[in-house]
């Protein structure tokens, strides 16, 4: 377990490294900050509760980064791919919450606690799941409790869909406005 603890510093890692610079780029003027947080709105109206098609391409997306974290943690360079996939973990959730912070003020605090984080507390279980399983049993050991563990991620993954989908969309609409 302590090798699972020591590879979470590299999501921490990425969340300072992209606070830093995300927040020097803003400051300078080199990016603008709303062009992109109209991006990001433009992405969560895209993908809201009325359309099925939003739903599914949501499925498919996470689906789809959790067998490519999955891939990289069965792969002969996973102690180097779950590295930069925690890294760039870290680095996602930071950008995310520093453009809604410039945006917004407290209120993108308050946006991104409530729109963003109850899905990603299940995203983020299914991939550290993933993850801890890999590095505690290397390629050469035999896995005891692999299929189970492959279904608990899908299962956690499919939860964090629906939360996403539904609780996401419902606190978007009744709590914040944009």
């Known amino acids: 377990m302590k090798r699972v603890q020591r590879l979470l510093l590299w999501a921490v890692a990425g969340w300072i490294l992209a606070s830093i610079l995300a927040n020097r780029a ?4 080199l990016i603008n900050v709303s062009v ?4 990001l709105e433009n992405r969560c109206g895209d993908l809201s509760g009325e359309s099925r098609g939003g739903f599914f391409r949501m499925i498919a997306l996470r689906f789809m980064q959790t067998g490519g974290l999955a891939l990289i943690c069965a792969g002969r360079f996973a102690s180097v791919g779950v590295r930069i996939i925690l890294f760039l973990i870290g680095a996602c959730a930071s950008a995310t919450l520093v453009i809604l912070t410039w945006t917004r003020g407290a209120g993108g605090l308050v946006l991104f606690l409530c729109a963003s984080l109850p899905q990603d507390l299940f995203y983020l279980a299914s991939w550290f799941l993933l993850i801890a399983e890999s590095v505690e049993y290397p390629q050469t050991v035999k896995r005891p409790y692999q299929r189970r563990i492959w279904v608990i991620a899908g299962l956690l993954c499919a939860v964090g869909t629906w939360v996403e989908f539904v609780i996401g969309d419902w606190i978007l609409k009744n709590f914040v406005s944009f």
């Open 26 to 29: 803003f400051i300078s003027g």
């Open 36 to 39: 992109l947080f109209d991006l």
